[in-house]
């Protein structure tokens, strides 16, 4: 297999620990994405979304972070990041969209870009945006957690799931914007469990090759 990856996308870290927790070797493909590599004729031959990740799974080209980490947990079952059951797959995607579909897309590259280049905005500004829907996100997750009947070391029982792959990503994100997370114990006390694993640390954004 081969992923395309940037060191700071968060999509991409996601896949990075959900290959590394099923133990599948990968080829890294580089894609800058402050360079706007993404944006290149030859990537779009990729992936028309313009967007990273993707994943080359023996020609096959998979797109999308949930979508692509599903089908790793359909292909590869060896280690699964779903529940068994649909209450419990119902809960763990619940969590995984809060994230994904909840906090990332307003906090994206080409977000903080739009709001600098186009509307004007300057650092502090940014800065401020991007803090206040980490805090909105965050406190919507940590009263999810809260509810759980039965709580596990990760966000959904005692294994990491696609819960995890999606959430620690984001705290990385959090502390590189210097969030407050004193506000999120259950939150933070998943997080610290993920990052005694191997399969995360690894996964990290500074222990890739391209970081900068």
């Not at 968060?10 to 990968?26: D, H, M, P, Q, W």
């Not at 031959?45 to 980490?69: H, K, R, W």
């Not at 709580?151 to 590189?176: E, M, S, W, Y």
Request: hydrophobic letters at 40%; charged letters at 25%; glycine letters at 6%.
């Amino acid at each position: 297999m081969k992923l395309y990856t940037y060191f700071r996308s968060s999509a991409a870290f996601r896949i990075r620990i959900a290959l590394n927790l099923k133990g599948l070797a990968y080829e890294p493909a580089f894609v800058h994405l402050a360079k706007g590599e993404h944006r290149a004729p030859a990537y779009g031959t990729v992936n028309p979304q313009a967007l990273l990740p993707t994943l080359d799974d023996g020609g096959e080209l998979l797109t999308q972070s949930l979508a692509i980490i599903e089908y790793l947990d359909e292909t590869r079952p060896a280690v699964p990041l779903l529940p068994k059951d649909a209450l419990g797959r119902a809960r763990v995607r619940s969590l995984s969209m809060l994230i994904a579909c909840e906090i990332h897309p307003v906090n994206n590259l080409r977000v903080l870009q739009h709001l600098k280049r186009v509307l004007g905005q300057n650092e502090e500004q940014v800065n401020a945006w991007y803090r206040h829907w980490i805090a909105d996100g965050l406190a919507k997750f940590e009263a999810d957690l809260g509810k759980a009947k039965a709580p596990g070391k990760f966000c959904h029982g005692d294994a990491p799931t696609l819960a995890d792959c999606c959430l620690v990503p984001q705290i990385f994100n959090a502390q590189r914007y210097q969030c407050d997370t004193a506000a999120y114990p259950a939150t933070m006390r998943v997080f610290a469990e993920c990052m005694k694993l191997d399969a995360f640390d690894r996964a990290q954004p500074s222990r890739q090759p391209d970081a900068e």
